[in-house]
């Protein structure tokens, strides 16, 4: 059973979302997992999600499900947080931050909730101030993936956000044209 979305908060991925990226990113993983809990890494082609591949990052599961590193970020996810964190982990690049600890831990366990349960779910959050810019609103679909053992082991995310207003906004403040 689907929670219902909400402004923001973490609920159980909504298949017919109001996210045009989320549905057809939902769509593809839904089709190719078939009536399987989730489909295989090697059956995910870039190539069929050319026009979302700026909103995608791909995030593996290390030992116990205590921390994800981040194997693939879009551009446009790389744009939003001002740096790319591709290697890192999520306890690393948010441990470097003002996130309060019990906050990132909370992010990890919507992590491990998502390959532990392999479950979709999706986790909306507010507009705000973070590294000294301000950041719009964002939408996030995280995706389970099985490794080639059939576990769950890493998690396709598309991370969205009103882009036309970001690029808008990182103009206003002298960062140039971002593209």
């Known amino acids: ?3 219902p979305a909400t402004e923001t908060g973490v609920t159980l991925a909504v298949p017919d979302s109001d996210n045009a990226v989320h ?3 939902h769509a593809y993983w839904n089709a190719r997992r078939g009536d399987r809990p989730m489909p295989k890494r090697s059956e995910m082609r ?3 999600l050319k026009a979302h591949l700026g909103w995608l990052s791909i995030l593996e599961a290390l030992p116990g499900y ?4 981040y194997r693939l970020l879009g551009s446009r996810v790389t744009a939003y947080f001002g740096s790319d964190g591709t290697g890192y982990t999520l306890r690393q690049i948010y441990g470097l931050t003002s996130v309060k600890p019990e906050r990132l831990d909370d992010l990890v366990r919507l992590h491990r909730t998502v390959c ?3 479950v979709p779910m999706r986790l909306r959050g507010e507009a705000g101030v973070w590294g000294g810019r301000r950041h719009p609103k964002f939408d996030s679909l995280y995706l389970p993936l099985a490794n080639d053992s059939d576990e769950a082991m890493l998690i396709l995310m598309a991370f969205t ?5 970001y690029r808008r906004d990182s103009e206003a403040i002298g960062l140039g044209q971002v593209s």
């Open 161 to 165: 956000f009103d882009w036309s207003s």
């Open 66 to 69: 205590d921390d994800f590193r």
């Open 116 to 118: 532990q349960h392999a």
């Open 46 to 48: 870039p190539s069929d």
């Open 1 to 3: 059973m689907n929670a």
């Open 23 to 25: 549905a057809a990113i």
